[in-house]
């Protein structure tokens, strides 16, 4: 569980704030491209390969399809238009989420944790311990809270200097003395 304490910080919105609308897309159409779904926008041709992939619809299994679903339902709930006539998505570490198993649900709910105090936690590709790993979080990162927590894995994205450091699905806890400071 997280603890949110009430601090007030100047924070610049550039690499901090999450343009929740093009994540949400690039989820929604990774999730596509993964099923091999060829893209015809000036965006989808930008951000994935359409190599090998098929016109027309494509199937997606249960899982899938399900987050598809909850990912048009939070479109729709922010009234979300995504240009899709432009070559560039504000997704932080683009090629690196591309390489995720478990696919994070953006929220508009965001928190950080600045200066983390804890030990070691390592960052996976999937919310299982046993999947690959993307890094870990160390001492003196700043961690950025902005999906959905599912089934007690929190995913996190890292940043040292300000600066998008890594990012991957974690289980852990924050608590009153795992942050130099907490925002949100």
């Not at 790993?133 to 700043?142: E, I, K, S």
Request: hydrophobic residues 40%.
């Amino acid at each position: 569980m997280r603890l949110v304490l009430a601090v007030c910080l100047l924070i610049p919105a550039q690499g901090w704030a999450l343009e929740i609308c093009d994540d949400l897309w690039f989820t929604r159409n990774l999730t596509y491209d993964r099923a091999g779904q060829c893209f015809g926008s000036s965006l989808g041709k930008a951000v994935f390969d359409n190599e090998g992939c098929t016109e027309g619809g494509v199937s997606l299994d249960a899982k899938s399809a399900k987050l598809v679903m909850r990912v048009r339902e939070t479109e729709a709930e922010l009234a979300c238009d995504v240009d899709t006539s432009q070559d560039f998505l504000a997704v932080p570490v683009i090629e690196q989420r591309k390489t995720l198993v478990d696919l994070p649900l953006a929220t508009e709910f965001e928190s950080a944790c600045i200066g983390w105090k804890g030990d070691r936690v390592p960052l996976h590709t999937a919310r299982n311990g046993e999947s690959d790993l993307t890094g870990a979080v160390r001492m003196g990162d700043t961690l950025l809270f902005q999906y959905e927590d599912v089934d007690g894995w929190t995913f996190v994205e890292l940043q040292q200097n300000g600066i998008p450091a890594g990012l991957g699905w974690a289980q852990v806890e924050i608590g009153e003395d795992s942050c130099e400071m907490m925002a949100g």
